[in-house]
T-cell receptor, first 116, second 113 residues
């Protein structure tokens, strides 16, 4: 079965420093992978997605993620954090289409704190 | 504007009083889903629908019902709410499953007393 693990529940960075949010997945086939962001009291917004094209994916607000099959990872990065990046981030993997369950599987989230 | 609209945004109700949370999307998406979000548990899928009249259980369907009579609407029904259904609920839609990602609604914060 597919699964996704976000390795850090909380990450703190200083404004202007790089951001790294880690995500590992387990899949028996080639999955689609997504990152979502949730600002306080808001819905989830799609940041970026990987769907078997280029392994380095660029998203909105300067975020990007690299799909590494050998490491089963899909880490989210940003060169320079901004105060407005403070939010919760979710890594998501698509379920195996042959399983018949047709699901997205969510990680438990990483809360990013940006220090002034 | 392409969006998923949920109503109400906030709801306080009493145990046992039936309620419906509405969800509507204007993107002609085939796939719709309901999630609940609880601290420490992340998002858990309640029900999903592949298309009109096609629904299936997610991971936590107990105490909930859904229907999909029209493509745009996917209401969540709590026939007899209980305090353990106090949560933040999200409706989401996708053109089809798997490769597109979701568009989420803004959420409904439900409190059952």
């Amino acid at each position: 079965a597919q699964s996704v693990t976000q390795l850090d529940s909380h990450v703190s960075v200083s404004e202007g420093t790089p951001v790294l949010l880690r995500c590992n997945y387990s899949s028996s086939y080639s999955p689609s992978l997504f990152w979502y962001v949730q600002h306080p009291n808001k819905g989830l917004q799609l940041l970026l997605k990987y769907t078997s094209a280029a392994t380095l994916v660029k998203g909105i607000n300067g975020f990007e993620a690299e799909f590494k099959k050998s490491e089963t990872s899909f880490h989210l990065t940003k060169p320079s954090a901004h105060m407005s990046d403070a939010a919760e981030y979710f890594c998501v993997v698509s379920d195996n289409p042959t399983s018949g369950t047709y699901k997205y599987i969510f990680g438990t989230g990483t809360r990013l704190k940006v220090l002034a | 504007e392409a969006q998923v609209t949920q109503n109400p945004r906030y709801l306080i109700t009493v145990t046992g009083k039936k309620l419906t949370v509405t969800c509507s999307q204007n993107m002609n998406h085939e796939y719709m889903s309901w999630y609940r979000q609880d601290p420490g548990l992340g998002l858990r899928q309640i029900y999903y629908s592949m298309n009109v009249e096609v629904t299936d259980k997610g991971d936590v369907p107990e105490g909930y019902k859904v229907s999909r009579k029209e493509k745009r609407n996917f209401p969540l029904i709590l026939e007899s709410p209980s305090p353990n259904q106090t949560s933040l609920y999200f409706c989401a839609s996708s053109p089809t499953i798997l490769n597109y990602g979701y568009t989420f609604g803004s959420g409904t914060r439900l409190t059952v007393v």
